[in-house]
């Protein structure tokens, strides 16, 4: 009985066995990933090579050249060891270009908005909007923002966050040519009276250049248009020049525009600027000691 029962047991066990084996074994296909689409760039440097949005990009001992893709003939002008970042939003009209100033000196020249409904430079406290002309923003660490227009025309306000922190309106104010006003913690400064053109590779500060004829700035009535690269206007009248933009412009920029730039702004390069450095964004280098 005993050898039955270990035949009944060892048939079983093959049978099983057997039975496990005819099995089909399931084939697990693992699916390669899609391709991702590489990001369209948003500036190119001199050289050609692409920057893509949200990219930090420092400049060495030299001013860095970059180029705003889509915008014809536009130039970014990085001062030494100066650091940005460059990317897009959709606001009220269309797409803006933003430029994020996280170090150092940047000349701006707009001569052509190309694609772009506007363009914004964001230092640490400051938001410079503008929509084609030439001029030139610092950031100092912790010491304040100052914009320095050569040519054309500009509104220059707080970061929405600054102001909010402040309290009260932020208007801002509009700077025509040969302009300059700085942006802290404490707010908008008074407007200066610009004497001479500034470089972003001079080691004075901008508003020193701009606004002390001794501090290496270019003097605008010893300069050509031509050196200069850009036409500078001559002996005209800041309340002329201030009422080239409509009251509809104005309307539209402040009802409208302003709101929804702000948040998209905020969303697409960081948040709230704390004391120490504005972005939410990762990658940037610490800031160079200034002078």
Do not use: W
Request: glycine share 10%; no cysteine; hydrophobic share 45%.
């Amino acid at each position: 009985m005993v050898r039955t029962l270990l035949s009944s047991l060892v048939l079983l066990i093959v049978i099983v066995a057997a039975g496990i084996a005819a099995e089909p074994v399931p084939v697990v296909v693992v699916a390669e990933p899609a391709p991702v689409a590489a990001a369209a760039p948003i500036a190119q440097l001199a050289s050609g090579v692409p920057v893509a949005a949200g990219e930090a990009v420092m400049a060495g001992a030299e001013p860095l050249i970059l180029s705003i893709t889509g915008a014809p003939g536009s130039t970014l002008k990085l001062s030494p060891g100066g650091t940005l970042r460059v990317g897009t939003a959709e606001v009220a009209g269309g797409t803006a270009a933003l430029v994020q100033l996280d170090a150092g000196a940047v000349e701006v020249d707009l001569p052509n908005k190309g694609v772009y409904h506007e363009l914004h430079v964001l230092g640490e406290f400051s938001d410079t909007r503008v929509t084609g002309t030439l001029f030139v923003v610092e950031r100092r660490a912790q010491r304040g923002d100052y914009t320095a227009l050569i040519s054309g025309r500009l509104n220059v306000k707080l970061r929405s966050q600054v102001a909010e922190r402040l309290g009260g309106s932020n208007d801002g104010v509009d700077l025509v040519s040969r302009q300059g006003v700085g942006a802290d913690a404490s707010g908008l400064g008074a407007i200066d009276k610009l004497l001479a053109r500034p470089s972003v590779a001079a080691s004075a500060t901008v508003k020193e250049q701009a606004t002390d004829a001794a501090a290496n700035g270019i003097p605008f009535d010893t300069v050509s248009d031509a050196v200069a690269g850009t036409v500078v206007a001559q002996d005209v009248d800041d309340n002329v020049a201030a009422s080239v933009s409509t009251s509809v412009e104005s309307a539209v920029n402040d009802s409208i525009v302003d709101a929804v730039t702000a948040a998209v702004i905020t969303s697409t390069l960081g948040g709230a600027p704390a004391p120490s450095g504005p972005s939410a964004l990762a990658g940037p280098p610490a800031p160079p000691t200034s002078p």
